[in-house]
Structure formats: C-alpha cells, structure tokens
C-alpha cells in the first residue's frame, strides 16, 4: 500500500500581513522574549526601538531631551525633535519599509535604517498610542496589537514639538515580564554617555555625559584605573581606555549610538589595533599581555551600517561607507597616528602601561607549567567525570537558533544534581555537583584556578580559559538551598566568578535559581509558593485542610516536579552588579576578615522567623517550625 504522501499545493501557500508576520515570529525583529531578568530581553528592545528614533532626532540636532516614564508595564517616551510629519503619524508605525531615515537628506549614520523598529512595537503592544505635535498642532493614532483602533483628527495644540509613544508590552507574548531599572539606567547612560549634552529623565531620573565615553569608563570601572583614560577623538570615532588591576579583557563598542553587546567587525579592529599600536610603541611584548586587564570603548559611525540582526547587537559591515574604507583600515589608521602620538607625549602614562604589562607576562609564564599539569589532570578527569553532564547545544553554536537557552546547573551535593539531571533538556541544560563547598578565593592568584580541582573543571566546563567568545553556557544558574549553608556556597562561587571572571556577571551570564519553599495542593489542584506570601494566598484559595509541604533542600523535590521549576516557568534571579561599589570592595566586605560592619549586616539582614499555619494546618499533622530567610 502505497504511503500517504502530504499534498503541497497552492492551498499551503500564505501571505501574511506585517503585522501577523511579527507577532508570529517576534525573534526576527526583537532576538529573544525573555522577562525582563537578561539585558537583552525583547520588553528592553521595544523601549530602545522607541528611544532609538528620539537619539536620531537629537543626533539631527533637533531636541536636546527625552522623557522616559515607566509604570509597571506602560512605557511613555516624550521627545521634543521635528515630531513624525502630521499626514504620515500612522504610516511610519504600521506600514512595513516606510520611514525618514531611507532619506539620506533627513537622516545620515541613523541607528534605525529599516523602518521595522516601531512596527513591531506596535505589532507586539496590547495597547499602542503615536502623538506628533508640529507647529501647534497635534496628531494621535491608537493601536491594539498593531490594528488601529481610533484614527483622530488633527487638534490644535501648545505642546513643544516632538512625538510621544505610550505602549503596553502584549502579555500573550511577554509572560510574567518585569522591567528592571538597572538594565533601563544603564541602556539611558549609555545614549549619554555617545551623545554629550543630551537629557534623559527617566523617571524623574536626569542623566547627562559631558565628557562621552571618558565618562562611560570612570562610571564602569571596577575600582580605580592604573593611569589617567587615554581619551582620543576623530572624525566619526571615539575611544578610551585604561587598564585596570584585574583580569580578562572587558569592552564596550557603539555604532551611530547604538551599543554592540556582541561587539562586531569595530571591536574586533580595535582589539587587534591597539596591541599593535602599543607592541610597536615599546618594540616588544605578546598581545595577550598587553590587553590583559584592559577596560576600553569604542565609538564609530558608519553610513548604512549592516548588522547581523534586527536588535544591532553586532556589527557586520566590513566598510566604513558603501565602497568606501575598510573598518580594519578606518580603526587601525586612527590609532597609529593619534594613540601613537599620544604615547610619545605622556611618558607617565607609559611607564605605568607598560608596569601592567610586565606584570601580565610575569604571571602569564608562572602560569604556563600550571597550566600544562592542570589540563593533562583535566582531561583524564573529564573521561570518567561524573559531576558534569553536558548538554547537546552550546553557546559558542552560533548557527544554532536555540543557543541562547543554553544553560549550566552548578549544584550542592548529588541528590540536587540527580532531581535536576533526571528531568532537565538534555539539549540546552546542563548539571554540574559540587563536592561541597568550594573554596574561598578571596586575595588568591589564579594559579589557585589550576591548583584547585573543582576549580579548574567548573572553568574547563564553562570553556573559558583563554576568552569569553568561547563560552560553552548563555546562562551560569548557581542552584543551592535556601539555608544559611546553601547561601555560603552561593557566596563561594560568586566569589570565585568576581575574582576571576568578573565578565561573567558584567555581561550579565550568572543567575541564581528560585525554587519552590512550599507545595499546597488539595485533590483538584497543586501549588507552588515560592515565599509566605504565596504560600498563604494558596491556604485561602484551596480551601479546608490543603496538604503542606515544607521543601527543605532541592534534593526533597522529586525530578517530577523539579520539571516545572526549570522549564518555560524557571524562576531566575540576576546577579547585578552595583554601580556604587567595586568589585574588591564587595568581596572585602563579604569574603574578607570578619569585620564589625559585617558582623552588624548579618545581624540585620539575617532572620529567624516563625512561620505560623492556619489554624487548620494543625489537622495535617504540622508544628509550628522555624526557618532562616536571608534577604
């Protein structure tokens, strides 16, 4: 008989319109959905998409300032520019390739090229508002879900010029979101920080960068830099750099104002460049010594860049300008005149430069026959290594589309890392135990990386030894108990992370894992409660007698049920850096002698609570018990 074989015919042919083509594939003009805990979550690309068309307009020279409001989940953003012309306030946000910035004469080295940007805001927006206020009069065009929903007629107005956007992120698409102001200030600074003079309020917040990225550097360096930032300015390019007293290599590159977390063909000829430069300078030292350390930005500006996607975190384009120079050229050019010029003037900053240098290659051979035992140990490890299970997918698969869900598990004990390993995807997650607790790096070289067993495998198993290009996992989820122990070990491996690889949580890879405390289920239904809170609103709802489960260690949850924690409903928490204090000063302070100041925080923060059940708990068989919660 012969097999039934699928008809395509012109029946299986679709046409979708704009705005149905958006919402169906969102990752092709917004990267990933996310909720709101990774920098690069879709809810933060819709509000640069927005901002991004005010920056253009200030960049024309046309509004020195932009408000941005944001409450729950509405975003306001006001700019004082041109404002959309009146007869095309509809067209510019719902008709696909339609747009100023295909003009030259309106718009050069724009960030937005393709007029997607506020299509798909308003595609992916349960409620979408579009004002344009132009010589005293005003325009409003309201949306839902991209279909207009009321098309006003022009009114008169008194407001300053400009256009204001309000939109309400559609919860069919981003589930349980959350903005958070750290990524929105430093996505705010940033526009500052590559367009001087320029005002954002956020929130009653005013950001303002007099300096550009000199500025960019002083407020994001880890603790003080080794010399004054060498600050150098061209036509269409802007760099600054420093070196700083700890590891790796840690870069911010821009392109017409929009940051390149991905870097791209400008980051990539910087880097080459100014270890060049610098290698020529003295006549002598590696590369590697060179930049290790470095902190550095990068500004360029190219005519109709191309990027490798819609959200322009990576820049592809090999010209500066259409037939125009290389950006290799353009980059390498520059800095052999003007960072060459400046080395032969500045003996100070010299001499301090090349002091880091030195100390660089000193380390980096003390290294070398550590390292050499430390992979062979390694690689024999790793044949028989049982407290790594591999995923299939990694990050460093770049052709792969579900390389972003790439994770890795670092656990406490075998029983959390069996319940985690029995019910995760084995194509993007992976679980590495821990012996017990890891020990505390704090004031160690990195020869204790290579020394340290578990240390030179959690490193092998990230694939970071040499770079961050390389890394195996998009995200480093640190799963412990919710006890005073699973919290030491939790402070163990951050510790470790900030000392060695403190572009790890910089670049925002590092999460901590929020599991259930409690289960309270009847016969019909079962709930997770993930604090008191929860877990008292779960006792009214269920009704008489629910049965409660008090988790006590992630080993108490059954791989069953542990499915549903680190599936599409994983609970994540970032770990975030604060602006306020530096890297040393936060590990001195939790990791360092045991202060008074600590001693006084513990006491604080550290508390012992009852924790009381409803009168009908009693039935259960439940005591009243007592539980430690660190805050």
């Known amino acids: 008989m012969a097999e039934n074989k699928v008809q395509y015919t012109e029946d299986n042919i679709r046409s979708l319109d704009w705005k ?27 509000v640069k998409e927005v901002v991004d068309n005010s920056i253009d307009e200030f960049v024309m020279g046309n509004g020195k300032r932009i408000s941005v409001k944001i409450n729950d989940d509405v975003v306001q953003v006001r700019d004082f ?16 390739n339609t747009g100023g910035k295909y003009d030259s004469r309106a718009f050069k080295k724009s960030v937005g090229l393709n007029g997607v940007g506020t299509k798909a805001v308003n595609a992916l927006s349960s409620e979408f508002l579009v004002e344009s206020i132009r010589e005293g009069e005003l325009k409003k065009v309201l949306f839902t879900r991209g279909e207009v929903v009321d098309d006003l007629p022009l009114e008169s107005s008194s407001q300053e010029n400009g256009t204001r956007i309000i939109f309400k992120p559609d919860k069919e ?44 550097l002083e407020s994001n360096m880890d603790g003080s830099p080794l010399y004054p930032i060498v600050h150098i300015e061209g036509d269409d390019i802007e760099v600054a750099f420093t070196h700083s007293r700890g590891y790796g290599e840690d870069y911010s590159s821009f392109v017409n104002g929009q940051h390149t977390t991905q870097g791209g063909t400008h ?33 360029i500006k190219v005519i109709e860049p ?16 259409p037939n125009g120079k290389s950006v290799r050229g353009f980059v390498m050019d520059f800095l052999k005149e003007k960072l060459d010029n400046f080395l032969h003037k500045n003996l100070n900053v010299v001499q301090q430069m090349e002091f880091k240098i030195k100390q660089s290659e000193k380390e980096r051979k003390e290294l070398s026959g550590i390292r050499k035992l430390a992979r062979e140990r390694a690689k024999k490890v790793s044949l028989h290594n049982k407290k790594l299970r591999d995923c299939k997918i990694h990050f460093s698969d770049f052709k792969n589309e579900r390389r972003e869900e790439t994770s890795i598990f ?61 890394l195996r996992y998009n995200k480093i989820i640190i799963a412990t108990d919710a006890d005073v122990d699973g919290m030491h070990i939790r402070l ?21 894992l929020q599991t259930p405390l409690f289960r309270v289920r009847n016969k019909k239904e079962t709930r997770y409660c993930y604090d008191e809170e929860e877990r008292k609103d779960a006792i009214n709802n269920l009704g008489k007698n629910p049965e409660i489960t008090r988790f006590k260690g992630l080993g108490e949850i059954s791989p069953d049920e ?52 409803l009168e009908d708990t009693e039935q259960n068989g439940w005591d009243k018990f007592k539980y430690f919660r660190w805050f």
Not at 279 to 299: H, L
Not at 306 to 321: R, Y
Not at 498 to 507: G, S
Request: glycine residues 8%.
């Open 492 to 512: 163990l491996l951050l510790t470790f992370f900030l000392r060695f690889f403190p572009d790890l949580v910089k670049k925002n890879h590092v999460f901590i």
């Open 81 to 96: 520019g041109r404002g959309i012309p009146l007869g095309k306030v509809k067209d510019v946000v719902s008709k696909m």
């Open 267 to 299: 980051q990539g000829a910087f880097r080459e460049a100014i270890a060049k430069v610098i290698k020529e300078f003295f006549n002598k030292y590696d590369p590697v010594d060179i930049r290790q350390g470095i902190v550095a930005a990068v500004s």
């Open 410 to 470: 670092i656990t406490e004990g075998d029983s959390a890392s069996g319940s985690i390993t029995k019910c995760r995807d084995v194509k993007t997650q992976a679980v590495f135990s821990l012996r017990g607790k890891p020990l505390n790096c704090f004031g160690l070289t990195k020869k204790v990386v290579y020394e340290n067993e578990e240390f030179n495998l959690i490193q092998a198993a990230l694939n970071i030894e040499e770079d961050m290009e390389s």
């Open 20 to 46: 149905e083509h958006i919402r169906m594939r969102p990752g092709m003009y917004i990267g990933k959905l996310g909720d709101g805990t990774s920098s690069d979550d879709g809810i933060y690309v819709l």
């Open 306 to 321: 191309v990027f490798e996607s819609q959200t322009k975190t990576k820049l592809g384009s090999t010209e500066i300008e």
């Open 562 to 613: 542990f499915k549903y924690f680190i599936g599409d409903d994983i609970r994540l928490e970032p770990v975030l850096m604060s602006k306020s204090k530096s890297i040393e000063e936060i590990l001195i302070f939790y990791m360092g002698k045991n202060t008074p100041e600590r001693q006084g925080f513990i006491i604080d923060n550290l508390k012992v609570e009852e924790d009381y059940f």
């Open 173 to 216: 698409i981003f589930k349980n979101f959350k903005f958070r102001d750290t990524y929105l200030e430093k996505m705010f600074w940033n526009y500052c920080y590559l367009n001087r003079n320029l005002t954002i309020d956020f929130n009653g917040r005013k950001f303002i960068s007099k300096n550009g990225l000199k500025d960019l």
